[in-house]
C-alpha cells in the first residue's frame, strides 16, 4: 500500500527520504518517488519498480535540500508508470503533493477544475488535490488555509502531504482513513505513514487522527482540526528498535518471522495466561468484560489472515463458552447491511489495525451500537484507536507481506479470550488449567517443528513443480487447510485450495491424480478416523499426499508418501502447530521457484484501500 515519508531540517533530505521508502517497501508498491524544494525550485524524481531504481536515477551530490516528500504507491487509479507515481505537481509546478488513500469524488473536481483552465498529467485521483490547493492558493489563500478548503470538498480517504515552494517552511499534512504519524526530532521533524520509515531518526511520534491537519516546521508542529481549531497532541514514544525490524540475518522477513514464533507465542502470552487460576487476564477486556459476558452473540470480521484466524477463534469460543459466534468477512460485512444487536459483542482481527474494509466493518458496528471490540498487532493503529476495548496480540512488527506469526499470535489471543470467558462462565478451573498448560508448552512445541525446517525443504523441492495443490483438514484444522493454502499461492502463485475433508467427495475429489498433491493436516484428535479414510480416497486415485502428523502416530507413514510429525497438544491448540510446516512449506517452494518472498506481486502488507 502507498507509504509516505516527509523531511525538514537542517540536512539533506535526499538520503533520509530515500531510506525512509527502503523501510516502506514492505508494504508493497508499484513505483516510487521523490519531490523536494531546491534553490527555491521544486524537483521532483520518479520511477516505476523498487526504490533502488529511483535512488539510481538521483545523483545525491547535485542537490541538497532539507524540505522534501517522498512515496511509495500502489495502483488505485491509473496503472504503475512513472507518470502516475507520486509526488504530483500543481499547474505552476510550484507545489508538490503525496496522497495515500482514493478520492472518490476525483472525476467531478476535474471536471470542474478543467473548465476553469487546469490541465490534468496523470490517470490518478490524488492529482487533482495538486490542482485544487492551487485554485484557492491563487485566490490568495496561505497554503494552509488552502489545503482545508480543498479539503472539504473532497470525499474519500487521505493521507496527504504537501510542500510548497512559496511557504517553504513547513510540511502541511493532513490525515483521513489513511495512517499518518509526525516524526518529532531536534531541529528536525518528519511525517511517514508508518513508523518504520522514520525509526532511524526519531523515537518520538504523534498520531494524526481523522479529520486533522498538521503544520510541521522544522523546530516545532501544529495540529489543528478541519474546522480549524488548534489541538494539542500527545507524543508517544516508540519502544521498537531498528534492529527488531530488520532481516536479523535470514535471507527473508518471512523466514525471520516463521523462526521467530517460539517468542512471539510466548510474549503474546507474557503476563496474561494465569496457569494456577486456570484463566487469563486481559486488561483490555476489563472496561467491557460484563457486556462481553452478557452479550448474546460473538461475531468474528477480518480479512485474510486474520479471517481466518478468526474461524479458529468461533472454534473456540463455541466450544469451551457456549456462545454463539459467527466469522464474517469484513469486506461483505460492511456492505450487506448486516443484523447488528447492541447485545452483539464484534471481535475485529487486524495484523496491521489498518485494512480498510475492516475498519470500515468496525464503524459501521460501531453505529449500530455493539460492542466493538479489536485484536490487532500495531499499537496504536486505527482499528486498535477505533475500539471500545481489545487485546493487543503482541507479535512484534511483521514485515513479511505473508502473515505467519501474526496468525499464530492471533491463535493465541483467541484462546486466551476462549479460556477467560469459559472460566467466568462456568469452567472448571481443572479444566481451565489444563488449557493453560498445554499453552503454556507451546512455544517449546513450535521450536521443535521448526528443527524440522530442512525436512520440509526437501519435501518442498519434490513439489516445486506442481501446478494446483489441495489442502484438506477437519474441525480445529479446517482454517489452518485455508491458511496453509492462502500461503502457498500469495507467495508461490501456485493454485491451491483449502477445504473440509469431508467436503472432497462433494466435488474436489473428481481432481484428484497423480499431479495433484493433496495436504491432509491428520494430528490424532476426534477427527483422525475420519480423515484417514480421507486419505485412502486420495490414495486410490493416486494422488500424491503429504500428510501433517502426530509424532506418536506410526500408521500413517504407510499410508502417504511424505510425513512431518509434530508434537501433540489439545485440539484447540492444534491449529498453533499444525501450521507452522504449512508456512515453511509455502516459503521453501516460493524461494525454489525463485520468487520474491517478501514481497509478492500484487500484494500489500496492509490493504488500506476497499
Ligand atoms: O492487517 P490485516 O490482518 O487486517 O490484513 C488482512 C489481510 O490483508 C492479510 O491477512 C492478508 O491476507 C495476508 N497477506 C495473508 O498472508
Given at each position: 500500500m502507498c507509504g509516505i515519508i516527509g523531511y525538514i531540517g537542517e540536512k539533506n533530505c535526499i538520503p533520509i527520504i530515500i531510506n525512509g521508502l527502503k523501510r516502506l517497501e514492505y508494504r508493497g508498491y508499484d513505483s516510487a518517488g521523490l519531490g523536494f524544494i531546491h534553490n527555491g525550485n521544486a524537483h521532483v524524481i520518479k520511477s516505476k519498480g523498487k526504490v533502488s531504481i529511483l535512488e539510481e536515477k538521483i545523483n545525491s551530490n547535485q542537490y541538497f535540500s532539507s524540505l522534501g516528500i517522498g512515496h511509495t504507491r500502489w495502483a488505485t487509479h491509473g496503472i504503475p508508470n512513472e507518470t502516475n507515481a507520486h509526488p504530483h505537481f500543481n499547474e505552476s509546478k510550484n507545489l508538490l503533493i503525496i496522497h495515500n488513500g482514493i478520492i472518490e469524488n476525483y472525476q467531478t473536481i476535474k471536471t470542474s477544475l478543467s473548465n476553469i483552465g487546469y490541465k490534468f498529467y496523470t490517470e490518478t485521483d490524488s492529482e487533482v488535490i495538486a490542482h485544487l490547493i492551487d485554485s484557492f492558493?491563487?485566490?490568495g489563500n496561505t497554503l494552509l488555509k488552502s489545503v482545508r478548503l480543498a479539503l472539504s470538498e473532497v470525499e474519500g480517504t487521505y493521507g496527504l502531504a504537501v510542500i510548497y515552494n512559496g511557504e517553504a517552511d513547513k510540511i502541511i499534512a493532513a490525515r483521513k482513513g489513511s495512517p499518518l504519524v509526525i516524526g518529532v526530532g531536534d531541529g528536525e521533524n518528519f511525517i511517514a505513514s508508518d513508523v518504520s520509515a522514520i525509526l532511524a531518526h526519531t523515537k518520538q511520534v504523534v498520531y494524526l487522527e481523522d479529520g486533522e491537519i498538521v503544520e510541521v516546521y522544522k523546530d516545532k508542529f501544529v495540529t489543528r482540526t478541519t474546522s480549524d481549531e488548534e489541538i494539542q497532541k500527545e507524543i508517544h514514544e516508540i519502544s521498537l528498535s531498528l534492529d527488531e525490524i530488520d532481516k536479523g540475518g535470514y535471507s527473508h522477513f518471512m523466514l525471520k518471522e516463521i523462526m521467530e514464533q517460539p517468542e512471539s507465542v510466548r510474549n503474546s502470552m507474557r503476563g496474561r495466561l494465569l496457569i494456577p487460576e486456570g484463566s487469563a487476564k486481559l486488561g483490555g477486556l476489563d472496561n467491557v468484560i460484563e457486556r462481553l459476558l452478557n452479550c448474546k452473540r460473538i461475531i468474528i470480521s477480518a480479512c485474510g489472515t486474520s479471517w481466518h484466524a478468526g474461524l479458529v477463534g468461533e472454534y473456540m469460543i463455541e466450544k469451551y463458552a457456549q456462545i454463539p459466534t459467527e466469522v464474517e468477512y469484513a469486506s461483505?460485512?460492511?456492505?450487506?447491511?448486516?443484523?447488528?444487536?447492541?447485545?452483539?459483542?464484534?471481535?475485529?482481527?487486524?495484523?496491521?489495525g489498518e485494512t480498510a474494509d475492516t475498519l470500515a466493518a468496525m464503524k459501521e458496528a460501531k453505529n449500530k451500537g455493539a460492542l466493538a471490540l479489536g485484536i490487532c498487532n500495531v499499537v496504536g493503529s486505527s482499528i486498535a484507536r477505533e475500539s471500545l476495548g481489545?487485546?493487543?496480540?503482541?507479535?512484534g512488527p511483521e514485515?513479511?507481506?505473508a502473515s505467519t506469526k501474526a496468525f499464530t499470535s492471533q491463535l493465541v489471543v483467541l484462546a486466551l479470550i476462549a479460556l477467560l470467558l469459559s472460566r467466568k462462565l462456568g469452567m472448571k478451573a481443572e479444566e481451565g488449567k489444563c488449557i493453560a498448560e498445554h499453552m503454556d508448552q507451546l512455544p517449546d512445541k513450535i521450536a521443535q517443528i521448526l528443527k524440522l525446517n530442512s525436512e520440509i525443504e526437501f519435501i518442498a523441492s519434490?513439489?516445486?513443480?506442481?501446478?494446483?495443490f489441495l489442502y484438506l483438514g477437519r474441525g480445529f484444522n479446517f482454517p489452518v487447510a485455508l491458511e496453509g493454502a492462502l500461503k502457498l499461492k500469495e507467495i508461490s502463485y501456485i493454485h491451491a485450495e483449502g477445504y473440509p475433508a469431508a467436503e472432497m467427495k462433494h466435488g474436489p475429489i473428481a481432481l484428484i491424480d497423480e499431479n495433484m498433491p493433496a495436504i491432509f493436516i491428520a494430528p490424532k484428535d476426534s477427527t483422525y478416523d475420519k480423515i484417514i479414510s480421507n486419505i485412502q480416497e486420495v490414495k486410490a486415485r493416486k494422488g500424491r499426499i503429504i500428510a501433517i502428523a502426530s509424532e506418536s502416530d506410526?500408521?500413517?507413514d504407510h499410508l502417504v508418501d511424505y510425513t512431518i510429525k509434530i508434537p501433540d497438544t489439545i485440539s484447540m491448540l492444534m491449529?498453533?502447530?499444525?501450521?507452522?510446516?504449512l508456512q515453511l512449506l509455502a516459503y521453501h517452494?516460493?524461494?525454489k521457484k525463485g520468487l520474491n518472498v517478501d514481497q509478492p506481486r500484487n500484494l500489500a502488507k496492509s490493504v488500506t484501500v476497499e
Open positions: 492558493i491563487h485566490k461483505e460485512f460492511r456492505y450487506r447491511n448486516p443484523i447488528i444487536h447492541p447485545d452483539d459483542a464484534i471481535f475485529f482481527i487486524s495484523q496491521s481489545g487485546v493487543y496480540i503482541h507479535a514485515i513479511g507481506v519434490e513439489f516445486q513443480d506442481a501446478k494446483n506410526s500408521e500413517i491449529p498453533i502447530l499444525t501450521v507452522i510446516p517452494i516460493a524461494v
